[in-house]
């Protein structure tokens, strides 16, 4: 199937209110314009000076996703590029990202990534953690919380990921009861996203299944 059939297939999946981001990562602008001709409005980069390249040339109106570890130095160019950076895991980076942002006058989007399966191998805030960092985010003028971001553990059974989605969805309610704008639960890859939908996420981050497997250089 092609990029466009792929995707489409996997929309149609979906329901209206849940996004799907086209994860673009190690794939070139051509196959990234074929989706958003076939109807992807979001598009999910990983590093900042790939997108920087790529977005250069696309010519196309998408909202622009930060799924990867962003590092501080990054900041500046991340708040420039991306609509929502879906990466935010210590008050060291909110503090880089809000910097950034204060200094071009745009109020930015952000999600704080959860490392609820505790891998020491990932990015993303223990729960632990979390309260704080919300605070932090909070209290930052050019930040705005728009909700929660995990990775799932890459099970060879996906629905060993099923628990995990439950707690961040409960998490995700709890915190959404009591704020504004916060919308947003990104949870779901191309290997687990059917269950992650089933257990809450609005948003999910497909590539594999849209794209074929990256080609790394």
Known sequence: MSVAENFRAIKSELNDKI??????KNHGVEVMREAIDAGATDIGENRVQEAAEKFQSLDRAV??????????NKA?????????????????????IDKAATAIGKVQDVLIQVNAAREPQKS????EDLDALIKFVDAAKNLRLRGLMMIA??????????????QMRKLFDELKTSRQDFDFLSMGMTHDYKIAVEEGANVVRVGTAIFGERIYT
């Open 63 to 72: 909202t622009r996703h930060l799924i990867g570890h962003l590092q501080t």
């Open 153 to 166: 553990p890459n099970f060879p059974d996906a629905e060993d990921c099923r628990p995990l989605f439950r």
């Open 124 to 127: 993303g805030v223990l729960l």
């Open 76 to 96: 500046k160019a991340a708040v420039k590029l991306f609509d929502l950076i879906q990466s935010v895991d210590s008050e060291h980076l909110a503090a880089a």
């Open 19 to 24: 996004i799907l981001v086209a994860v673009t």
